[in-house]
Nanobody
Framework: VQLEESGGGLVQPGESLRLSCTASGPIFGTYIMGWYRQAQGKQRELVATMPTGGTTTYADSVKGRFTISRDNTENTVYLQMNSLQPSDTAVYYC????????????????WGKGSQVTVSS
C-alpha cells in the first residue's frame, strides 16, 4: 500500500493551497484518512482527520480556514487550506488507517512521504 501526496508549494500569506493524497494497493476498506504536519524543530501534530462515518476533527489553529474532504471511491483525501499564515509552514503528511485483509478486521496505519508547504512573503 502506498500513499501518494501532491499539492504542496510556496505561497504568500492569505493565499490558498489544496493537498491531495491517494491510497493505492490491496485495500479492503478505509477507517480514517487525514493530515498531520511537522514544522522544523517541532513535533508532528494533527491537522485534520476524517473517520469513515465518524466525526471530523480539526486542530484549533486551522478551524475555519482548512477543510478536509474525502472521495471514498478513489481512496483519496483532500485538504483545502485557505488564509494561509506563516505559522502554517510545515511538512504535511497524509495519514490513513486501512483495512488490509478481506476476511479479517485487520487495521494498518500508513503515512505519506510528506509535502512541503511554505507560507512566506
Amino acid at each position: 500500500v502506498q500513499l501518494e501526496e501532491s499539492g504542496g508549494g510556496l505561497v504568500q500569506p492569505g493565499e490558498s493551497l489544496r493537498l491531495s493524497c491517494t491510497a493505492s494497493g490491496p485495500i479492503f476498506g478505509t477507517y480514517i484518512m487525514g493530515w498531520y504536519r511537522q514544522a522544523q524543530g517541532k513535533q508532528r501534530e494533527l491537522v485534520a482527520t476524517m473517520p469513515t462515518g465518524g466525526t471530523t476533527t480539526y486542530a484549533d489553529s486551522v478551524k475555519g480556514r482548512f477543510t478536509i474532504s474525502r472521495d471514498n471511491t478513489e481512496n483519496t483525501v483532500y485538504l483545502q487550506m485557505n488564509s494561509l499564515q506563516p505559522s502554517d509552514t510545515a511538512v504535511y503528511y497524509c495519514y490513513a488507517q486501512l483495512k488490509v485483509s478481506r476476511f479479517m478486521d485487520l487495521k494498518q496505519d500508513y503515512w505519506g512521504k510528506g509535502s512541503q508547504v511554505t507560507v512566506s512573503s
